[in-house]
T-cell receptor
Framework: AQSVSQHNHHVILSEAASLELGCNYSYGGTVNLFWYVQYPGQHLQLLLK??????LVKGIKGFEAEFIKSKFSFNLRKPSVQWSDTAEYFC??????????FGAGTTVTVRA | NAGVTQTPKFQVLKTGQSMTLQCAQDMNHEYMSWYRQDPGMGLRLIHY???????DQGEVPNGYNVSRSTTEDFPLRLLSAAPSQTSVYFC????????????FGEGSRLTVL
């Protein structure tokens, strides 16, 4: 079965610190990868996505992710976080059909 | 543009009761799905539909039914609620064809006592 694993369950950092969240996917099938964000009390929103082409993908709110095929990874990064980046972040993969498989999520807490 | 609308936002049930979570989208998306979100487990797919009249099971379908009589609506039915079904439920839709990007509703928090 296709799976997505996220390395960190909870990350706590200070404003202006750099953020990197790990995501690995299992081998096989089409590699369509996503990062979603869920702010407290809100629904999931798309941050960025990768289908093909440039492996460095830029998303909204200063986030970017790098697809590294040899490592089966799609890590999310932000050079300098803000308090408003406090949220839960989900990596997801769409294999050959319509369904998305989600990782367990990483809670990010940014302290002012 | 309303997007994906879920009702109710909050519901408390007693064990054994039944209820329906409603989901409607106005984007003419073919694909609709229901997920449940539990701490430490991410989102798990319950049921999905690739078009009107077509439904299929996801990872955790037991205890839930769905139907898709129209493109717009995709209700989720709990037949006999159990405490294990206490969760936050999200409906999502997608055009499916190109990007596969899911558009989510705001969620329904269900507590089963």
């Amino acid at each position: 079965a296709q799976s997505v694993s996220q390395h960190n369950h909870h990350v706590i950092l200070s404003e202006a610190a750099s953020l990197e969240l790990g995501c690995n996917y299992s081998y096989g099938g089409t590699v369509n990868l996503f990062w979603y964000v869920q702010y407290p009390g809100q629904h999931l929103q798309l941050l960025l996505k990768y289908f093909s082409g440039d492996p460095l993908v830029k998303g909204i709110k200063g986030f970017e992710a790098e697809f590294i095929k040899s490592k089966f990874s799609f890590n999310l990064r932000k050079p300098s976080v803000q308090w408003s980046d406090t949220a839960e972040y989900f990596c997801a993969r769409k294999p050959n059909d319509y369904k998305l498989s989600f990782g367990a999520g990483t809670t990010v807490t940014v302290r002012a | 543009n309303a997007g994906v609308t879920q009702t109710p936002k909050f519901q408390v049930l007693k064990t054994g009761q039944s209820m329906t979570l409603q989901c409607a989208q106005d984007m003419n998306h073919e694909y609709m799905s229901w997920y449940r979100q539990d701490p430490g487990m991410g989102l798990r797919l319950i049921h999905y539909s690739v078009g009107a009249g077509i439904t299929d099971q996801g990872e955790v379908p037991n205890g839930y039914n769905v139907s898709r009589s129209t493109t717009e609506d995709f209700p989720l039915r709990l037949l006999s609620a159990a405490p294990s079904q206490t969760s936050v439920y999200f409906c999502a839709s997608s055009d499916g064809a190109n990007t596969g990007e899911l558009f989510f509703g705001e969620g329904s928090r269900l507590t089963v006592l």
